[in-house]
């Protein structure tokens, strides 16, 4: 089984900036998507940024995911950090070949306040 370790989060102030990791342990298949995803309280979980094994990446303007493979890594770069990004940031990974799987991080909480 993947499985997925994640760490950076705390508490920023606001324009601020975080670097969130996702270690990838386990059997780690050569096709899939890993993304961030955040959850604040009463919200629903919505994607923040996305890679593909094929290097496709999707991401909003201030936050930026990268891999380092030789680490086994995926990076959440966020910065200039406002109170409304506070939520807890969900690793996940995605894969579909040789059968679909799907695994979440237990998630780190970012709390930007001042």
């Known amino acids: 089984q993947v499985q997925l370790v994640e760490s950076g989060g705390g508490l920023v102030q606001p324009g601020g900036s975080l670097r969130l990791s996702c270690v990838v342990s386990?059997?780690?298949?050569?096709?899939?998507?890993m993304g961030w995803y955040r959850q604040a309280p009463g919200k629903q979980r919505d994607m923040v940024a996305t890679?593909?094994?094929g290097g496709d990446i999707v991401y909003a303007g201030r936050f930026t995911i990268s891999t380092d493979n030789a680490k086994n890594t995926v990076y959440l770069q966020m910065n200039n950090l406002k109170p409304e990004d506070t939520a807890v940031y969900y690793c996940?990974?995605?894969?579909?070949?040789?059968?679909?799987?799907?695994?979440w991080g237990q998630g780190t909480l970012v709390t930007v306040s001042s």
């Open positions: 996940n990974f995605r894969s579909s070949w040789p059968s679909k799987l799907e695994v």
């Open positions: 386990g059997t780690i298949r050569s096709a899939y998507v």
């Open positions: 890679i593909s094994s």
